[in-house]
């Protein structure tokens, strides 16, 4: 929402050589508010080789997820991902 309403800004600045319905469609956006309970947009955390072994040290989804700040669905499919060859496993440097 946010990203979108930078964009509309961006494009369509003050007296830009725009279709009238697209301006008012661009100034529309900038009054939007984030609803309360509405949380921002999700970005992905990538996985690290350091992550990874810890992960395979704990060998238990539950463990690593508190220790590593994750949820316990995302230490699980990684688990997975490693022991099923999917992701190279991590080296041993």
């Not at 003050?14 to 697209?22: A, D």
Request: proline letters at 5%.
């Amino acid at each position: 929402m946010e990203i979108a309403q930078n964009l509309a800004a961006h494009l369509y600045y003050p007296s830009c050589l725009s279709l009238e319905r697209k301006r008012a469609a661009a100034d529309s956006l900038t009054d939007r508010v984030r609803p309360t309970g509405m949380r921002a947009a999700y970005t992905k955390r990538r996985w690290n080789e350091c992550e990874d072994r810890i992960l395979l040290q704990h060998n238990n989804p539950t463990t690593a997820a508190k220790v590593l700040g994750r949820t316990v669905q995302s230490c699980s499919l990684r688990l997975w991902r490693l022991r099923s060859g999917q992701v190279p496993m991590p080296s041993d440097q």
